[in-house]
């Protein structure tokens, strides 16, 4: 039943986009098992690598085909002159990236010798189980599979926490997210009519609206998935609190990032390898992870940046081990540089990138002219509600980083209705109805 | 379960609670859009003469001038985007609260008919003030749905929209806009901002086939100003001359008109081929008037009432 839900969720965006879920999951099905079944590594690595070409092939194919031959055809006419048609984007399958790495993952872990599912319909819900089939978290089969195999009864306190951490998501998706989005958004679009520090302050708006974005996305499907007796891996520790990037990366996206580093890190060799070989790898992954959010030169860069600073901080680390940054230098340090990077990440192209760097690098800033063009973009209004939104998002997190209201436990019983009852109405007074797509789909 | 019964009843309670405060935001302008809406749906006024129609009847007449010219004391309620059956609902709704006024000038435009009959355009703003009967009444047969904006604010709170929350929030704080200043006894100027040289623009002719319902509209304006003894004012204030020319059928509509104000004893004023209308300095618009053009207009158009006014 579940199955067949999470087939019909899936297929409700394209009916297509079912039959590739439905060739990915045989593949990966049927490649485990030989996997599972071969008598010597040659055959395992063979069978692996059909796994491995197929789920890569398949992003390759939709997400990756026009960026490579579209950069081909660009060198070749810079060196060459002549002119060539450039390709069309395809339409990408939505959730693509997700699902392929969860079966390639669930493959890779069979090849290191994981028991392989022989029920077929049971590993294919794993692949499709409806709440995080389009933007994670990617499950590790060890953690989900038993929890869809015994199907525990939820009890009515796990429902209602279900359901207070789906409208804590929805919350953030339609009321943070989307209200910061009137503002970035037409920035973003017309970004040579902004000053660098307004470019910058819709950078730091970009944080929080990207980061409510998916991290709302993450709750919802870790709420509804709840409902039925399931819970899913915990994605996002308040990275947004974090005083160094290394820090932020144990925090952000934790089960893409767990899955970069399990399928792709350590293969590389992890840390034993040689010390410059091993920041190589570092900065490999960070590359790859870029691309794997988007086929475009904007989100390699972003990723080379989260990179570079990522090594620079471990080698600062390295020459200086007994240095202590305070807490909140580390994190107006870390806040600024992801501001800056994810600039990267939200620039259209490449040459608005570049526009926006040498306006925020040109120094001739002024605040309350900031505010002006802020003001202009949509009203004073939308500026006003982002400003105490950010608030209220910082508010909750740091209290449940620093359990400040901890000692008012006992007030429990009645505070947390309260309290999400109250952002369950904020969702329909200030939340977006007019169906915003929630950024990380598309990845 | 008992649990989760208290707390769809404490949410439920709530909206209720958050919506209402958003309402008397709403309620508590003094100046602008919704002191605009609280004078027509809310308060007693005593008017002795009332404009009624579309933004071209908004932003047409300004009661100043006619005042001024005509020794009246009027009010202007014609609402953006209003069709014919809408200015009827709001001047019924009107009704509710105030003093019958004398005279009541129903300005006509052949552009609104060609729209939708159905059509409420900025609903939202209307939700407030369901507790007036007849508004509730008139809007509810336009559309069914507003059972649901009335009773449910879970179905409504989403309409509301950030423009609708930031002008409740600016109610309580008694924050006024440019836009807000600019509203005189509901005559509402076109901002400047929005104006466009309507010479520059391109015409598509079209034929404005007035519906069986524009014409049950009329009769029941017609049929409220006989049974309260208004005396009833037809109008067709003018818009650019290009705007007028692209309308195939518009002597007709105008002959229609006017057989049905001379059947009935109405005074019928036309100025859709007046001097005005060839002046594109008068014009934001090709369908609106600018304030220059607003004044010019409501001096002239009050000078021709004078003689038919009751006082």
Redesign the interface.
């Known amino acids: 039943m579940l199955l067949l839900a999470s087939y019909f969720f899936y297929m409700c965006w394209n009916p297509w986009f079912g039959i590739l879920l439905l060739a990915t999951t045989l593949i990966d099905f049927y490649t485990a098992l030989q996997i599972a079944g071969a008598t010597n590594t040659a055959s395992k690595k063979r069978w692996l690598c059909v796994s491995l070409i197929s789920n890569i092939g398949c992003l390759m194919a939709f997400k990756y085909a026009a960026f490579f031959y579209n950069t081909s055809v660009f060198a070749i006419q810079l060196f060459s002159g002549s002119s060539m048609d450039t390709m069309a984007n395809l339409i990408i399958p939505i959730g693509l990236s997700f699902y392929t790495f969860q079966s390639l993952g669930y493959t890779i872990d069979v090849y290191r010798g994981l028991k392989p599912e022989t029920n077929p319909a049971r590993f294919a819900l794993f692949v499709s189980f409806f709440p995080q089939l389009v933007a994670g978290p990617v499950e590790r089969y060890e953690h989900l599979m038993p929890q869809l195999t015994e199907r525990k009864k939820p009890d ?1 306190d796990s429902i ?1 926490k279900g359901i207070r951490i789906a409208t804590w998501g929805f919350f953030k998706k339609m009321v943070i997210a989307d ?1 910061l989005a ?1 503002i970035v958004n037409p920035v973003f679009s017309h970004v040579q009519l902004y000053s660098g520090l307004t470019l910058f302050i819709c950078g730091f708006f970009f944080v929080i609206q990207v980061y409510c974005d998916f991290s709302g996305y993450s709750d919802i499907a870790t709420g509804v998935a709840r409902l039925f007796g399931i819970e899913l891996i915990l994605n996002w520790r308040r990275p947004l609190l974090s005083r160094s990037l290394i820090e932020f990366w144990k925090r952000n996206h934790i089960s893409i990032t767990s899955w970069f580093r399990n399928y792709l890190y350590i293969p590389l060799g992890g840390n034993k390898v040689p010390y410059r070989r091993w920041l190589l790898n570092i900065f490999l992954v960070f590359l790859i992870s870029g691309l794997w959010h988007g086929a475009n030169w904007t989100f390699v860069i972003w990723g080379s940046m989260h990179g570079l600073v990522y090594i620079v901080e471990l080698i600062f680390k390295k020459q200086f081990p007994n240095l202590k940054v305070p807490g909140f230098i580390g994190w107006i340090y870390l806040i600024t540089f992801h501001s800056l990077s994810l600039i990267a990440f939200r620039a259209n192209n490449v040459q608005d990138l570049f526009m926006i760097y040498s306006k925020l690098f040109s120094f001739h800033q002024n605040l309350s002219n900031s505010l002006y063009e802020l003001k202009k973009v949509n ?4 500026l006003l ?1 982002s400003i105490i939104l950010i608030g209220f998002l910082f508010l909750k997190e740091l209290n449940e980083e620093h359990g400040w209201l901890n000692r008012f436990r006992s007030f429990d019983p009645i505070l947390k ?2 309290f999400y ?2 952002v ?3 969702i ?4 977006n ?1 007019n169906a915003n797509e929630f950024i990380y789909f598309h990845f | 379960m008992r649990k989760i019964i208290l707390y769809i009843v404490f949410i439920i309670s709530l909206a209720y609670l958050v919506r209402e405060i958003l309402y008397i935001g709403l309620r508590s302008h003094k100046e602008g859009e919704f002191d605009k809406l609280n004078t027509i749906f809310e308060k007693h006024n005593e008017y002795n003469t009332l404009i009624i129609g579309s933004s071209r009847a908004e932003s047409h007449f300004n009661p100043e001038v006619i005042d001024s010219i005509d020794q009246v004391n009027s009010y202007n309620i014609g609402l953006e985007g209003n069709t014919l059956p809408m200015a009827l609902a709001v001047f019924e709704a009107y009704l509710v609260n105030s003093k019958t006024p004398k005279n009541v000038i129903l300005n006509l435009d052949y552009y609104g008919v060609k729209e939708n009959m159905d059509i409420i355009n900025n609903f939202p703003k209307y939700f407030a003030y369901l507790d007036n009967p007849k508004l509730y009444e008139k809007l509810k047969e336009r559309d069914p749905d507003f059972l649901f904006y009335k009773w449910l604010p879970f179905y409504s709170l989403p309409y509301m929209q950030k423009k609708y929350l930031s002008i409740s929030f600016r109610g309580f704080f008694k924050v006024t806009t440019p836009f807000d200043q600019s509203f005189i006894k509901g005559f509402v100027p076109i901002p400047k901002e929005t104006a466009v040289d309507p010479d520059t623009l391109t015409y598509t002719p079209y034929q404005s086939l007035p519906k069986r319902l524009i014409y049950e509209s009329l009769d029941s304006i017609i049929h409220i100003a006989r049974s309260r003894q208004i005396k009833l004012f037809f109008v067709i204030s003018p818009m650019f001359h290009k705007q007028v020319e692209s309308t195939q059928n518009r002597e007709a509509f105008v002959s229609t008109l006017k057989r049905i104000a001379q059947d009935k004893q109405i005074p019928f004023f036309d100025y859709s081929l007046d001097e005005i209308t060839m002046k594109k300095e008068l014009f934001c618009k090709p369908k609106h008037l600018n304030k220059k053009g607003a004044d010019l207009f409501s001096y002239t158009f009050a000078k021709d009432l004078r003689q038919y006014l009751s006082k």
């Open positions: 009515i209602i209200t009137t009203d004073l209004f939308p509600l209705p309260v009852s109250f369950f109405v904020l329909f007074v200030f939340g109805f």
